[in-house]
C-alpha cells in the first residue's frame, strides 16, 4: 500500500526554467516531508525538507511547497540545470524516527 | 560529514550462494536500514535496526536476514542468493527519533551495492 505517490516517472525540462516535481501522500499522520536526490550508481542524497507545521521551505534554487489541506507537496527548481538531472525521491515521516516512506521517484531530465 | 560506507560496490553471485553485504556508519547513529532499488519500483525498506541485537522487518523482508552486533555495523545476508535479488542495495541511517528541528535530513545514505545474482 503506497502512502507516498509519485506519479510522473519522468519529466524533461529546457535549461533555465523551472522544473516541477510532484508528490501525493495519504497518511495525514506523516509530519515532515523530504527530497532526495539520486545520480546513477550513487546512493540518495538530502536534498529538502519540509515541517507539516510549514507550507513552503526554500534554499537556493529548491523551493518545496506543502499543502495539507490536498496532501501534496511539490519541488520546484529555478533555474534547471543540467547538472540537476537525476532522479527525484519523495519521503515522509510519522514521528516514529524509523523508516521513511519513499515514492517510486521522478526521473528528471535537464536539456541544454 | 556523515560518512556510510558499503563493502562492496559491484558484487556477482551465483543461484544458491549466501551473500554478506556490510554497512558501516561513522556518526554514532541509532538506526540503521536496508533498502533495495528496482526500476520503477523505487526504495523498498528490507529491514531496519533502531538499536543493537535489534532488527525489524520492513515491506519485503522475505529471503533475507541482518544482523546488528555493532551499533556502527549493520549488515544484510542473502541466505540463498536467487535471480530475482539481483538489484541495487542500499543502506542507510539516522539518528533516533526526531531532533525537533526544522531542518529534519533524515536518513543518511551509502554509496549502494550493485549485486548481480546469475
Known amino acids: 500500500d503506497q502512502q507516498v505517490k509519485q506519479n510522473s516517472p519522468s519529466l524533461s525540462v529546457q535549461e533555465g526554467r523551472i522544473s516541477i516535481l510532484n508528490c501525493d501522500y495519504t497518511?495525514?499522520?506523516?509530519?515532515?516531508f523530504l527530497w532526495y536526490k539520486k545520480y546513477p550508481a550513487e546512493g540518495p542524497t538530502f536534498l529538502i525538507s519540509i515541517s507539516s507545521i510549514k507550507d513552503k521551505n526554500e534554499d537556493g534554487r529548491f523551493t518545496v511547497f506543502l499543502n495539507k489541506s490536498a496532501k501534496h507537496l511539490s519541488l520546484h527548481i529555478v533555474p534547471s540545470q543540467p547538472g540537476d538531472s537525476a532522479v527525484y525521491f519523495c519521503a515522509a515521516d510519522s514521528n516514529s524516527g524509523y523508516a521513511l516512506n519513499f515514492g517510486k521517484g521522478t526521473s528528471l531530465l535537464v536539456t541544454p | 560529514d556523515v560518512k556510510v560506507t558499503q563493502s562492496s560496490r559491484y558484487l556477482v553471485k551465483r543461484t544458491g550462494e549466501k551473500v554478506f553485504l556490510e554497512c558501516v556508519q561513522d556518526m554514532d547513529h541509532e538506526n540503521m536500514f536496508w533498502y533495495r532499488q528496482d526500476p520503477g519500483l523505487g526504495l523498498r525498506l528490507i529491514y531496519f535496526?533502531?538499536?543493537?541485537?535489534?532488527?525489524e522487518k520492513g515491506d519485503i523482508p522475505e529471503g533475507y536476514s541482518v544482523s546488528r552486533e555493532k551499533k556502527e555495523r549493520f549488515s544484510l545476508i542473502l541466505e540463498s542468493a536467487s535471480t530475482n535479488q539481483t538489484s541495487m542495495y542500499l543502506c542507510?541511517?539516522?539518528?533516533?527519533?526526531?531532533?525537533?528541528?526544522?531542518?529534519?535530513?533524515?536518513?543518511?545514505f551509502g554509496p549502494g551495492t550493485r549485486l548481480t545474482v546469475l
Open positions: 535496526s533502531y538499536d543493537v541485537k535489534m532488527k
Open positions: 542507510a541511517s539516522s539518528l533516533g527519533g526526531h531532533p525537533g528541528v526544522t531542518s529534519f535530513m533524515g536518513q543518511f
Open positions: 497518511n495525514s499522520m506523516f509530519d515532515y
